[in-house]
């Protein structure tokens, strides 16, 4: 369930956020009448892409110090209690 979560909690903003951004490239590539292959052969799809591997990496180590937290304690107690150790 965590590794669904995380995936849900990070991929969404990459979802929403890069067809809005590929558009928006698309129609300032047109307004600049730059040719598209000139924008490819510059364009930063490799730091992008680390930026990507990075939100993913770090929302899963998130998750997984969490989720190790959790499994080390009495899950019935720590709900019984109020407290999470």
């Not at 490239?25 to 924008?39: P, R």
Request: hydrophobic content about 65%.
């Amino acid at each position: 369930m965590f590794c669904i979560e995380a995936l849900v909690i990070a991929g969404r903003p990459v979802l929403i956020t890069l067809p809005i951004t590929a558009v928006l490239v698309g129609l300032m590539i047109n307004a600049s009448h730059l040719d598209l292959m000139e924008f490819w052969a510059a364009a930063p799809i490799v730091p992008i892409a680390l930026f990507i591997a990075a939100l993913f990496c770090f929302v899963a180590l998130a998750y997984y110090l969490g989720g190790r937290q959790i499994l080390k304690c009495d899950l019935v107690e720590a709900l019984r209690s109020d407290y999470m150790i």
